[in-house]
């Protein structure tokens, strides 16, 4: 069995403000270590579940946050940005029998939590056939275009309710909930354990989540901040402009969704 893990921070623990977020601010060191260690909790539920080989994309900001040294050494870290339109699954294909997502958070235009986004911050808002453009929510259809079931996903209340929703077949837990700037977190010991437990429970009924299908047809709008961000992306092949600064892109092929993200998105 082959296993795909993607990490955020956003999502993890007790996560609440960008300094826990941000490399050399206050915080951060803390909220690395959580990300580590729910990600090594996931990472041996996986192994101890039959997976042979496990890769874990570090997929927050310069994607190396994850202390390379605690993973279990079967495991192996994919760290920085390629650029490929995967992104934040770089690497993912058909030979993957699940994905995992750790850490992950609710998107732009969302109030549940104090780090709403998608990709960037310069995003106001999201969405794929008038559904919210979290980041999960690609993550989902990537998974689904390769045919891999995303199994299992841990993060904020707000996302884990959009998995539920949307994908019923995973298991999800919500670490931490979001109250304007503020969050109620579990304990980040607790939030370990539970993503080792649901992480093997989700493992072992695969199948159920892989009927999660493509739609035929994407439409995608995104809204950006500022107007002159409009413009320039307005450009890409396909962009329709809706109003200053929301643009719309239609296509019936999800790869070419994340190509446009890799020049209009991030």
């Not at 041996?44 to 927050?60: F, I, N, S």
């Not at 010991?189 to 080792?196: D, L, P």
Request: hydrophobic share 40%; charged share 20%; glycine share 10%.
């Amino acid at each position: 069995m082959k296993v795909y893990i993607s990490a955020d921070i956003e999502g993890v623990a007790a996560v609440t403000h960008w300094d826990d977020a941000t490399v050399e601010k206050p915080g951060y060191e803390r909220a690395a270590a959580q990300m580590t260690a729910e990600v090594v909790a996931a990472c041996e539920a996986a192994l101890e579940t039959g997976a042979d080989e496990v890769l874990v994309q570090d997929a927050h900001d310069s994607a190396r946050n994850i202390e390379a040294a605690a993973l279990p050494e079967k495991v192996r870290l994919l760290r920085g940005w390629s650029d490929d339109p995967r992104c934040m699954a770089q690497e993912l294909d058909s030979s993957y029998d699940a994905l995992i997502l750790v850490g992950h958070h609710a998107p732009s235009g969302s109030g549940g939590n104090p780090l709403s986004h998608t990709f960037s911050l310069g995003n106001a808002s999201i969405r794929i056939n008038g559904e919210p453009g979290s980041e999960y929510l690609v993550l989902q259809y990537t998974a689904a275009y390769y045919g891999v079931p995303l199994v299992f996903l841990s993060g904020d209340a707000w996302i884990a309710g959009q998995a539920r929703r949307l994908n019923p077949g995973a298991v999800t837990l919500a670490t931490q909930e979001g109250r304007g700037n503020s969050t109620i977190s579990i304990h980040p010991g607790v939030a370990a354990k539970r993503i080792r437990e649901g992480v093997a429970q989700g493992l072992g009924h695969a199948g159920e989540a892989r009927r999660f299908a493509l739609p035929p047809r994407f439409e995608v709008e995104i809204r950006h901040q500022h107007h002159g961000r409009s413009f320039k992306t307005g450009f890409y092949p396909g962009m329709r402009r809706v109003d200053d600064t929301c643009l719309r892109f239609e296509t019936d092929d999800f790869y070419e969704v994340l190509r446009m993200f890799l020049f209009v998105g991030y």
